[in-house]
């Protein structure tokens, strides 16, 4: 029987019982008169924390993408709406003046629940942090072996009151009152070794630390008179680190996974491509019996062009602003025997000292070329221009094309949808930055900003 083929009913039913808990708790609470406790405010935000509890176990549920960490997690927040419940219980008993039994019966579980969601928490970071079980073996002991030695002082106490004992509804403290706390603490130490020594995102290890961290700091704060409604309270509010981490961490592997697709889907198409191949047909073309010198020098761009590209296509490195030039150069020649007269293009290079995004440079000049220039009847003037400021070099395509609205709703194009890959490079390779002004009838500017480096 393997639990997560069942996973889905269970978590409806845990969902449903946390509901209806809720509600049957929520009775005590429409009760309250100005002769109860100062503590119905503090029981209120138990309460509340039980709610917040089931909304983040609903939420995660109805994500659909359960991992072994969500699983865990999903673990945790019952132990902690369990825990909250607990301590409501409680102030209820304590309240409505319930026997001794049932005081003892909510002692011993709360002294259980906190072992048993440090060892919940621990593989929770095993899974996390992507720990093997070799790894994780020894901390696995420490977790088993303070979950044991916790059941077994409770046993002991339960038939020698050697630690505390339940006496008139009071919480009575005993000679060996504090060996209780050295599992969990041990525990808890475990846990903090796992995110120090593993977590390489601060993001993982400052989240991480910081659950174990409040629960120690709590309980040395509230002794001799410990109290755990503080340190479950305080534990609730990194779930909601927690929960956020999750799902920006799913974020940041879901934008990885789609760049890892999309280059695997490029180095696909580029390993059928084969160069050899290409280029003896196209010279055995250019070379036919007949054909004109314009022909042959126009097969020969194209072969330059696709061999600059099938190159440069998945390079992950910026290249030199000079090659960059070639490419554009290539590809122009052959877009302007299309076009003829209606294109033409000047250079104004400045700046040459720099590296640049492979094909950054050739798919600005495509876009001015084919949004810009070639829609107007009498087609128009790409301008290229690199330059130097003080922090930049700078990279300009001017066109005095057709131009468009750039406050308009954007769709789903190739235009805007290479605009984005550009802007996306630049950030990613060089901290660049990509900025485009366009005005209707007049023309587009569009502007690569590369940062200089010390």
């Known amino acids: 029987m393997n639990l997560k083929d069942y996973w889905n009913p269970i978590c409806i039913a845990i969902s449903v019982g946390m509901a209806a808990i809720i509600l049957a708790l929520s009775y005590p609470l429409f009760l309250l008169d100005s002769d109860m406790p100062r503590a119905t ?13 089931l909304i983040l176990f609903v939420s995660v549920l109805l994500d659909r993408r359960i991992s072994d960490a969500t699983y865990f997690f999903m673990c945790l927040i019952s132990f ?36 048993i969601i440090l060892y919940v928490f621990g593989n929770y970071e095993r899974c996390i942090l992507d720990l093997d079980r070799n790894t994780f073996s020894k901390i696995n002991l420490v977790l088993v072996g303070g979950l044991g030695l916790q059941v077994a002082l409770l ?16 919480y009575v403290y005993n000679s060996m009152f504090l060996i209780q706390y050295i599992p969990p603490l041990f525990m808890a130490l475990a846990c903090l070794y796992v995110a120090y020594h593993y977590a390489t995102n601060r993001r993982h290890k400052f989240t991480l630390m910081l659950y174990i961290l409040i629960p120690i700091i709590t309980v040395i704060a509230k002794l001799p008179h410990y109290s755990s409604s503080v340190t479950y309270l305080a534990t ?19 934008v990885k996974n789609e760049a890892a697709m999309t280059e695997q889907r490029i180095a696909m198409m580029i390993s059928r491509i084969e160069p050899a191949f290409l280029e003896e047909s ?4 250019a070379n036919m019996e007949g054909n004109p010198l314009e022909t042959k020098g126009a097969i020969e761009d194209f ?39 209606k294109l033409n293009v000047s250079f104004d290079v400045r700046d040459r000292n720099f590296k640049i995004p492979a094909m950054t ?13 070639t829609q107007r009847e009498n087609g128009g003037t790409v301008t290229i221009i ?22 308009a709703p954007k769709s789903g194009n190739r235009s805007h949808i290479g605009l984005n890959s550009i802007s996306a490079r630049l950030e990613e390779m060089l901290d660049g930055k990509f900025e485009i002004e366009s005005t209707i009838g007049v023309g587009t500017t569009a502007t690569a900003y590369i940062p200089k480096k010390d």
């Not at 405010?41 to 509890?53: P, Q, R, S």
């Not at 301590?87 to 005081?103: P, R």
């Not at 190159?311 to 020649?333: M, R």
């Open 41 to 53: 405010t503090f029981m209120a935000c138990h309460y509340a924390g039980m709610a917040l509890c």
């Open 282 to 285: 196209l010279i055995s073309i």
């Open 303 to 341: 072969m330059k062009y696709l061999g600059e590209n099938v190159g440069t296509i998945s390079e992950k490195k910026p290249i030199s602003l000079d090659q960059e030039l070639g490419h554009v150069e290539t590809y122009i020649n052959l877009e302007k025997l299309r076009f003829k007269e």
């Open 386 to 407: 690199t330059r130097e400021t003080g922090d930049w070099h700078i990279v300009q395509v001017i066109d005095d094309g057709v131009g468009f609205d750039p406050d």
């Open 80 to 115: 902690e709406f369990l825990s909250l419940m607990l301590e409501f219980l409680f102030w209820h008993v304590n309240t409505y003046g319930h026997s001794d039994l049932v005081l003892s019966i909510i002692y011993y579980s709360e002294d259980m629940m906190f072992p």
């Open 361 to 373: 440079l050739q798919m600005m000049v495509e876009n001015a070329i084919k949004h810009g220039i």
């Open 155 to 170: 046993i002991i106490n339960l038939f020698t009151n050697c630690m505390f004992d339940v006496s008139n509804g009071a």
């Open 236 to 254: 609730l509010i990194t779930f909601i680190f927690m929960y956020g981490e999750i799902y920006l961490d799913r974020g940041i592997k879901i």
